[in-house]
C-alpha cells in the first residue's frame, strides 16, 4: 500500500526554475512605471501576497497597465531567462498522476501559475491548483492544503507537501501534513535547512527514489 494517497507542490523552485524570470519581470515593469529597480534580495522579500497584491501597492493608479504588462512580459520570457521545469519532474509528476492524487498550492496569482504550468506541459495533472488568488491569507497559511485535503477527503497523515521555502514548511505544519523541501534551487536553503521537515532532497532523482519506494510493508 502507498504511503502517500495526496501530493502536493510548489511552484517555483520547486516544479520550475523560475526565481531569474521572476525577478526580471518585476523590474521590467519597475523600470517602466517607477523608474527604478530592485536586487534580487528585495524582490525576495516581497514574496508572500500574489504579484498583484504587490503590484497594486507599488503602482497605484498604473496598476491595471502594469499588470497588463507583467503577464505579457512573464509569459514571453520563459526560455529567455531559463525558467524550465527541473529535469525529471514532469516524468515524475506524470507517474505520479497514475495512483496519487495531485495538487498544487502556490503563492503565485492564478494567472501567473497556469501560465508556467502549460509553459513546462505540466498544467493537466493536477486534481486540484489552489493559488494565492484562492485563499483568503497567503502562504504561510495552511488554506491552501486544507482546500485539497477537504474536497478530497483525505487522511491528513497521508498527504505530503513538497516545496523549497520556509514557507511551504510552515504551511504543511499546521496544516498536519508530512512535508518534503526540495534544495536544488532554495533561495533560502540554510534557514530551510534548520527548520527540520520531515525529508530533504538535493535532487529530482532522489525524490523520486524515494517517492517510488513509499510504501508501507
Given at each position: ?7 502536493i ?9 523560475t ?14 512605471f ?26 497605484h ?12 512580459f ?70 491552501g492544503?486544507l ?14 507537501m ?13 496544516a498536519?501534513?508530512k ?16 527548520m ?22
Open positions: 500500500m502507498k504511503k502517500f494517497d495526496g501530493i507542490f510548489d511552484i517555483d523552485g520547486t516544479l520550475t526554475s526565481n531569474e524570470l521572476i525577478f526580471a519581470t518585476f523590474n521590467h515593469v519597475a523600470e517602466k517607477l523608474k527604478r529597480s530592485y536586487s534580487p534580495k528585495e524582490i525576495t522579500a516581497l514574496f508572500g501576497p500574489t504579484e498583484e497584491v504587490i503590484l497594486e501597492e507599488m503602482m493608479d498604473n496598476f491595471k497597465e502594469a499588470m497588463m504588462d507583467y503577464y505579457t512573464y509569459e514571453m520570457n520563459h526560455s529567455k531567462y531559463n525558467a524550465y521545469a527541473y529535469k525529471g519532474i514532469v516524468d515524475l509528476i506524470r507517474e505520479l498522476k497514475n495512483d496519487h492524487l495531485l495538487s498544487i498550492y502556490t503563492g503565485k496569482g492564478r494567472k501567473s501559475s497556469e501560465i508556467t504550468l502549460n509553459n513546462i506541459g505540466a498544467l493537466d495533472y493536477f486534481d486540484m491548483i489552489v493559488t494565492g488568488d484562492d485563499i483568503e491569507g497567503h502562504k504561510p497559511s495552511p488554506d492544503i482546500k485539497f485535503v477537504d474536497n478530497f477527503n483525505l487522511d491528513k497523515s497521508r498527504v505530503l513538497i516545496g523549497d521555502a520556509p514557507s511551504d514548511i510552515k504551511a504543511a505544519r499546521t498536519g501534513v512535508m518534503a523541501s526540495v534544495l536544488w534551487d532554495c533561495y533560502a536553503k540554510e534557514k530551510v535547512l534548520s527540520e521537515s520531515d525529508y530533504y532532497f538535493n535532487t529530482v532523482d532522489e525524490l523520486k527514489s524515494f517517492l517510488s519506494n513509499s510504501h508501507i510493508k
